[in-house]
């Protein structure tokens, strides 16, 4: 690969949502399986080139009163049903002790939480984002990276949403405008030639 996409000194790895609950969700054009199993192929690669792993997740206070609730068109429940351990990273990520988890309450990974502050003070300069779903967590994340000044590599192939025909929207007419698209190979030879 002769295009250098990223310095993985100030490059982070970012998944969304890579939680218990999210893992059983039905996804397309990629199964909730097959984003998983992606994401986690890229985090060795990136820990050997110098990248900082951050896993993202949906959780709440027990009773949910930490949970946005605005009036909308379509009817979600205020106290859904969880499975147990709903909230917690999948093993496949294998996370180390010193990568952070970022503990998200909205779409945006950004809103209300520390992700920025954990970006800044370590340098990260780009974020390479991939995760569930598609459409919201990781467009509203990737659309307040860029709003706040970082290089944006979505992975392609490691996300999904609820519909192939909205992951494709997605990929199509939001994600060229506020970064670059690339696959899950592209991300693992671009941290290889810079391990």
Sequence with gaps: ?????????????VSIDMQ????????????????????AS????????????VFVRTTFLPDESDNLGPNLDVKRPRYPHRIENWDQ???????????????KKSFNAFYGSDLDLQLRRRGIKTIVLAGISTNFGVEG?????????YDVIFVRDAMAAGT????????KYVFPYIGRVRSTEEIIAAFKAQA
């Design 141 to 149: 994340t990737g659309r307040n990276a860029y709003d706040h000044g």
């Design 89 to 103: 990273l999948v093993p496949e990520m294998d996370r180390r002790m010193n990568e952070p988890v970022v503990n």
């Design 164 to 171: 192939a025909e909205a992951h494709e929207a997605s990929l």
């Design 20 to 39: 218990t609950s999210v893992a059983h969700h039905a996804a397309a054009p990629h199964s909730a399986t097959e984003v998983v199993a992606r994401i």
């Design 42 to 53: 890229m985090i060795e690669p990136a820990r050997a080139a110098g990248a900082l792993p």
């Design 1 to 13: 690969m002769t295009d250098t996409l990223f310095d993985p000194k100030t490059t982070a790895l």
